[in-house]
């Protein structure tokens, strides 16, 4: 008697079934990727390119669409100025070598107050300490629960923080782009109302470095609010004495 063509000489199962499985088998079984003896995985379709794809572009701020849109009038501006003659030229010289000195010489015009060296020396000392001092109690939270920021920075934390009366002193750029003067303006109003003192010092940039964040490419810091200045009373209180004669300064000068 022949044996049957469907089934198998040694198992005695059909066939087809175990073609089935083999084949079930093969297409699952794609290696072991902790075995390198093992093939490599059979991939589908086309391969994906970190590089070739397109970055999502974030949707810019309402105070960042206001900086655009200030940079773009002041290029076109700029673009429209004509030459002034050399006699043009002597006269704005002299004008400004009779006005008082400063660190920077044409400042936006929500700033009051003289920008002297000696007031940026002293905003850099209170800023670096300021970090310092957060910069401790967060790494000593085990050790001392619940302490309280010693400061905050940008323009809509500020403002929030403001508008809730929990800072006590303010810290303000005084080169902040044409398009957040308007934010400026308004912090500095709420600030007066609170009666919270303001200092114009160093610029965006500086201020960055002073509260040592990290190094970034036309990184800057616009406002610094501080919440607590426990233990730099004195150099707080020479400061804004030196900031009232500044600004006394300023009204002359005008």
Not at 9 to 17: A, D, E, I, Q, W
Not at 189 to 205: D, H, M, N, Y
Request: include cysteine; charge should be positive.
């Amino acid at each position: 008697m022949q044996p049957d063509s469907h089934r198998s000489s040694t198992s005695g199962k059909p066939t087809g079934k175990t073609r089935t499985t083999n084949t079930k088998t093969e297409g699952l079984n794609r290696g072991n990727p902790l075995d390198s003896s093992a093939p490599e995985y059979i991939q589908k379709g086309k391969k994906r390119d970190p590089e070739a794809e397109i970055p999502i572009t974030k949707r810019p701020t309402a105070i960042k669409r206001d900086v655009l849109e200030g940079r773009e009038k002041l290029n076109c501006k700029e673009s429209s100025l004509e030459l002034c003659s050399i006699e043009t030229l002597r006269v704005r010289t002299a004008r400004l070598e009779q006005l008082p000195r400063q660190i920077i010489v044409d400042p936006q015009p929500y700033c009051d107050q003289l920008l002297t060296e000696s007031i940026d020396n002293q905003t850099t000392f209170i800023l670096s300490e300021l970090a310092r001092f957060q910069s401790n109690a967060t790494a000593n939270v085990s050790k001392i629960p619940r302490k309280k920021k010693r400061f905050v920075a940008g323009l809509r934390q500020v403002h929030q923080s403001v508008l809730a009366r929990t800072i006590k002193l303010l810290f303000i750029a005084p080169d902040i782009e044409d398009g957040a003067c308007d934010k400026v303006v308004e912090i500095k109003r709420l600030s007066g109302e609170a009666a919270i003192p303001t200092v114009f010092a160093l610029s965006r940039k500086k201020i960055y470095a002073g509260l040592g964040l990290p190094k970034r490419k036309n990184a800057g810091v616009s406002v610094v609010g501080v919440y607590d200045y426990a233990s730099l009373e004195v150099e707080v209180g020479n400061l804004l004495h030196e900031v009232v004669s500044a600004r006394d300064e300023w009204v002359i000068s005008r």
